[in-house]
């Protein structure tokens, strides 16, 4: 703000000199008393700018301590997962406990394109504002957020007197992780749907209202019902169908319809566990994840949109088209599977998303047929 209002600098406490001084083009001093702001300004106290290195910053702060290489077998997933972060689709890994689940989400922010300055800032904005800092000059690593599943509807989205950012805007321009989803809430979960759609939240209060940015992918995990077990071939699951139903039944059909990708997480196999062979890297994932962002900047670069899961309805006619074997496949997995009307679209955002990850212009069958593939709950 001091900068778009032509403004030369300012003085703030010395523990946010340096997130202060990381926007270039103005001059940040910091002060510890009143006294030294006094003296700063009447010229008695001799003026000490604080400057930061933002190469140096980011190469500090933009480091993460996970790798996908770490994860063995569940390539599917991580073909999923790379699909997903390609497009910014929001997913969701359904599987049996201790299948991976929380591994694969946590390595996923590795994989997104690398931040931004413009973002890192924004997201330090947010963070600074709910005094969660921790002493860092700029959030240079994409957040990820993963909020326990007794948290309140405005610890999710905001709020207080004096309303503070909730997790869905510090997760901003980066990754929400709600594991065990059909134990949050339902109130919770419904008020995440605006943020989801908007990529923002208002928080209003009789002093007035107040914005904060989320602009966010959701991931989420769960079981495939009460005890973990269904359709896994290694247990037994004691659960009757009703119950099956009751259990999958706690996530709305508006929320899941705004969950692009829907992967299953098997169990991972002895032999799988034991390769001692590692697999593909997250730096080698991320390249082709740029590569497909850049196809969608190039796309959408005049209305300033930056991937496939921002698209609008007229966006789909123009550029989601599939060949005819392809719209014959997708009318049939309508028909069998019952899918909603916003299940087709994200089902189309999904295969250009696929298509663009090959480098091809057209929607083809194949295409289809794995994006359809990632509707897991529709199918089960």
Same mark, same amino acid.
């Given at each position: ?71 063995? !077998?569940?390539?599917?997933? /991580? ?5 997903? @972060?390609?497009? #910014?689709?929001?997913? &969701?890994?359904?599987? %049996? ?61 905001? !709020?207080?007197?004096?309303? /503070? ?5 510090? @997760?901003?321009? #980066?990754?929400?992780? &709600?594991?065990?989803? %059909? ?66 039944? /706690? ?130």
């Amino acid at each position: 703000m001091v900068k778009d209002e032509g403004l030369k600098g300012l003085i703030v406490p010395t523990e946010n000199a340096a997130e202060a001084a990381v926007v270039e083009g103005i001059e940040v001093f910091g002060v510890s008393t009143l006294s030294e702001a006094f003296l700063l300004l009447n010229g008695d106290q001799p003026l000490n700018q604080t400057v930061v290195d933002l190469s140096t910053l980011f190469a500090q702060h933009s480091h993460h301590d996970v790798d996908f290489n770490d994860v063995k !077998g569940q390539e599917h997933v /991580k073909r999923a997962l790379e699909v997903a @972060a390609s497009g #910014g689709h929001n997913a &969701l890994l359904l599987g %049996p406990p201790g299948s991976g689940k929380t591994m694969l989400a946590r390595r996923l922010p590795t994989i997104l394109p690398a931040m931004t300055l413009t973002e890192a800032i924004e997201a330090t904005k947010v963070h600074s504002v709910a005094g969660v800092l921790d002493g860092n000059a700029l959030i240079a690593t994409r957040p990820f957020r993963t909020p326990h599943h007794t948290i309140s509807d405005a610890g999710m989205i905001g !709020g207080g007197s004096v309303p /503070k950012p909730g997790e869905v805007s510090l @997760a901003h321009h #980066g990754v929400l992780f &709600l594991d065990e989803l %059909p134990e949050f809430r339902k109130n919770v979960l419904k008020v995440l749907r605006p943020p989801l759609e908007d990529a923002h939240v208002t928080i209003s209060r009789a002093v007035g209202s107040i914005t904060y940015p989320a602009d966010i992918m959701l991931v989420t995990a769960m079981n495939p019902c009460r005890c973990g077990y269904y359709g896994d071939p290694n247990h037994d699951c004691t659960c009757s169908p009703q119950q099956v139903q009751h259990y999958r039944a /706690k996530i709305s059909g508006p929320l899941l319809d705004r969950i692009d990708i829907q992967v299953e997480v098997p169990t991972v196999k002895y032999k799988e566990l034991s390769d001692k062979t590692t697999g593909e890297d997250s730096a080698t994932i991320r390249t082709r994840v740029n590569q497909a962002r850049e196809i969608q900047l190039q796309r959408f670069r005049e209305r300033k949109m930056f991937c496939n899961a921002q698209m609008s309805s007229r966006d789909i006619r123009t550029y989601c088209q599939p060949d005819p074997a392809g719209e014959k496949l997708l009318e049939q997995a309508m028909q069998r599977l019952g899918l909603s009307a916003r299940a087709y679209t994200r089902i189309l955002k999904v295969a250009r998303t696929i298509a663009d990850l090959a480098g091809e212009g057209q929607i083809t069958s194949a295409h289809i047929a794995q994006a359809v593939q990632y509707r897991a709950l529709d199918r089960g």
